[in-house]
């Protein structure tokens, strides 16, 4: 029979409690010291261990090896408390119907005596949903209780407590799994489990879960079913999840920034193509916009990776209080979408609202910089073409500077060398006409040039800025032209590769004729 992972892989001693070592060390000491308190709250989000800890506590108090904080698990005590059939250790679920009638029956067996174990412990989940009633009779026994009786109490929301009840109990909060600890947890588990699964799938698994180790063991769950060869690849959590791709949320916000709106629509409905719901994709966006936020505050979780740190920089102009309010507007435009029928209006008005709010008209940092050294033209002095107010007159208007060395046509070998020599020029042409495109250009190197193309490789890591750049037809456009300006060679045209799909050499004629005359295959290049 499959056993579901969370309950496989639940603690049964403190030694396999996950990531609240502070917490397990305070109540160890407790035991050893026969000290124990009567009630305990334990308060934190869900899925971070509270009831796991809780059974386990009260396994240590029972059992009947006693050994200190480390129950047996073999006694009849700690088997059927793991069961949950013990008779001394009784479970309540303060939100279910019949929570509220074991309260009621809790204030006349409280009174009986263990009928094995040592103590009689009665542990409620959920506490702070008990009702007024049941509160009182849960209050009565806790002023008086008999010495053999323990409460644990559990709850995600310890501000709905009363205080007389919180005063009587002996409190520990239960702190969200850092991102790190959680995924090496649930790397082991897949180990154990005999699963392979890609860093960003766990990632994945990881921000869909909001931290909690139960609802992440519960997705993997489903994941493995849905693996082949026993691996779990990002592809398949995205597709199991029905998740956005950071890379899309990436460009929305570009657009966003870049004010064009037009564009954004288009992407968003071929996303919407794609099958993605709309409420996903307003998580992505304030995910992402959380992300840029905390960098900025030094706060940030994990290191930006290089798509991050393009996409913070777009922002950088961005005030924070104009960014929070952004969030804010998504965050009530995705409630919205709960109550009102219109899923897809309301995120075009979304959208629209926030290229408002985000878009253009602040200065993008670099042109701001620029600007102040005097090197760029005033805002006001540039044009619009296509919308995209990012595009300097410079670049739209004027023509190419007629250079002494123009060469027209197919450029020879020592136009190679050339063009590629001045990759730098032709990237400071670029961020000139825009400071975004070149951001993401830059991360691109120049290959070859052969017969007036310029071929532009991205690594693996930088599939993102390809995309980006790839976006619009307008981004080529500009980068052509600046090509054209600081080389002086016409007609130009770009094209962009990912690493290990460059141009191989049998492209080259002469390495053909010579690879045919001896029949045999290209093994090595050496540089
Ligand atoms: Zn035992």
């Known amino acids: 029979m499959y056993l579901v992972l969370a309950r496989k892989y639940r603690p049964k001693n403190f030694e396999e409690v996950w990531g609240q070592g502070p917490i397990i060390d305070v109540l160890k000491k407790a035991i050893k010291e026969e000290r124990t308190a009567h009630a305990y709250l334990f308060s934190g989000p869900r899925g971070t261990g509270k009831t796991s800890v809780a059974r386990v506590f009260a396994k240590a108090l029972n059992c009947e090896k006693n050994s200190i904080g480390k129950p047996c698990d073999k006694c009849e005590i700690c088997r059927n408390i793991a069961a949950g059939s013990s008779m001394d250790v009784l479970e309540i679920d303060a939100a279910s119907n019949r929570g509220i009638d074991e309260i009621r029956s809790l204030r006349e067996n409280v009174n009986l005596t263990p009928s094995s174990a040592r103590f009689k412990i009665y542990i409620i989940d959920e506490v702070h949903m008990l009702t007024e009633p049941a509160w009182n009779a849960l209050l009565k026994t806790l002023e008086e209780p008999p010495d053999y009786v323990k409460f644990f109490l559990a ?42 699964i890609e860093d960003e799938a766990l990632k994945a698994v990881y921000d869909f879960s909001g931290a909690s180790m ?16 026993n691996n779990v690849t990002y592809h398949g959590v995205k597709e199991f999840l029905g998740l956005v791709e950071e890379k899309s949320v990436g460009e929305i916000l570009m657009l966003v920034r870049e004010k064009d709106v037009k564009q954004l629509l288009v992407l968003f409905h071929s996303l919407l193509a794609e099958g ?15 992300g840029i936020i905390l960098e900025r505050m030094s706060v940030g979780e994990t290191t930006p990776s290089e798509e991050d740190k393009t996409l913070y920089g777009l922002f950088e102009g961005v005030e924070t209080e104009v960014l929070l309010s952004a969030v804010s507007l998504v965050i009530e435009y995705k409630n919205r979408l709960r109550v009102e029928n219109i899923p897809v209006v309301l995120s075009e008005i979304l959208l629209i609202k926030l290229a408002q709010i985000l878009g253009g008209d602040t200065a993008l940092p670099q042109k701001t910089a620029e600007r102040k050294e005097g090197k760029v033209q005033p805002k006001s002095k540039q044009v619009a073409k296509d919308g995209d107010i990012f595009v300097s007159e410079r670049t739209v208007k004027e023509k190419p500077a007629e250079r002494e060395d123009v060469v027209e046509g197919k450029a020879s070998l020592k136009n190679e060398e ?18 975004t495109l070149e951001a993401a250009v830059r991360e691109g190197s120049p290959v070859s040039f052969k017969n007036n193309t310029l071929v532009i490789s991205f690594g693996s890591k930088y599939e993102f800025h390809k995309s980006l750049v790839e976006g619009k037809q307008s981004n080529i456009k500009i980068i052509e032209g600046a090509i054209t300006k600081i080389t002086g060679v016409k007609d130009v045209n770009v094209s962009l590769v990912s690493e290990g799909e460059q141009e191989s050499p049998m492209d080259n004629g002469d390495v053909k004729k010579i690879v045919d005359f001896f029949g045999g295959e290209i093994i090595n290049v050496e540089e």
């Open 418 to 435: 050339e063009v590629l020599a001045q990759w730098k020029n032709i990237l400071s042409e670029v961020k000139k006409a825009k400071a």
């Open 276 to 290: 993605k719901d709309p409420a996903v994709i307003m998580e992505g966006i304030i995910k992402r916009f959380k």
């Open 214 to 229: 139960r609802d992440a063991l519960s997705v993997l769950d489903q994941l493995f079913v849905n693996a082949e060869d």
């Open 155 to 196: 709850t995600t929301a310890p501000e709905k407590i009363p205080s007389t009840i919180l005063s009587r109990c002996q409190r520990f909060n239960f702190k969200p799994f850092e991102q790190g600890e959680l995924i090496k947890r649930l790397k082991e588990i897949c180990k154990k489990e005999g699963f392979t």
